[in-house]
Structure formats: C-alpha cells, structure tokens
C-alpha cells in the first residue's frame, strides 16, 4: 500500500513563507512525477507545481518567482517553498504522484489528505 503525507500548512501573513513537504511510503517501485494542487473554496483545483523524475518543472503562471518545487528521490519527498504569500494563495494543498507500486503493471496516481494554508492578516 502506497501512502502520500503532507505537512507544513498553517497559517501566515501576507508577504510570509511556509514550505510544504510531502512524502510517500509504501511499496513503491518507482515514482515518476510529484506534483502540488490547490483548491480554494469555490474554485476548481488547479496544478500548482510539478517536477519530473529527471527535476523538470512546471509552475503555474500565478506561482512563478514565487514557489519552488523540489524532490529528494531518497527519501521520496517533495517539498513546495512559498515566499511571498498572498491571500489569494489560500487553499488546501494537496501532493499527487504519479508511481508504479511494487508489483503493479502499470503507472497509478496517488494522492495525499491534503494541508490547509491560509494567508491572512
């Protein structure tokens, strides 16, 4: 069984930092793209960051200069720096992955409980 833990939201000030981790365990054969989504209430969920077995990224347009989407294919954890907070930045995050668990026949994608961040003053 494949698990996905975030941590890391919280709330902070507009023009503040938070960074979220996200680690998968499990049987895990091989994990090919991690990424953070985002919903706000009322909104639709949207990709935020992704990064690539070989570190390419993606940003969305409303994150870029701003996050920083990061891997440790050791410890199977992606992590998301955010600096500059605003509080249209207010949602609940949640890590995806895409991976082959151990005896599986194909790519599965997993997702995680999700973590509250809220920037407000």
């Known amino acids: 069984q494949v698990q996905l833990v975030e941590s890391g939201g919280g709330l902070v000030l507009p023009g503040g930092s938070l960074r979220l981790s996200c680690a998968a365990s499990g049987s895990i054969f091989s994990i090919y793209s991690m990424a953070w989504y985002r919903q706000a209430p009322g909104k639709q969920r949207e990709l935020v960051a992704e990064?690539?077995?070989?570190?390419?990224?993606y940003y969305a347009d409303s994150v870029k200069g701003r996050f920083t989407i990061s891997r440790d294919n050791v410890k199977n954890t992606v992590y998301l720096q955010m600096n500059s907070l605003k509080p249209e930045d207010t949602a609940v995050y949640s890590c995806?992955?895409?991976?082959?668990?151990?005896?599986?026949?194909?790519?599965?994608?997993?997702w995680g409980q999700g973590t509250q961040v809220t920037v407000s003053s």
């Open positions: 995806n992955s895409d991976l082959i668990a151990t005896g599986a026949k194909g790519i599965d994608h997993y």
């Open positions: 990064i690539t077995s070989g570190a390419s990224t």
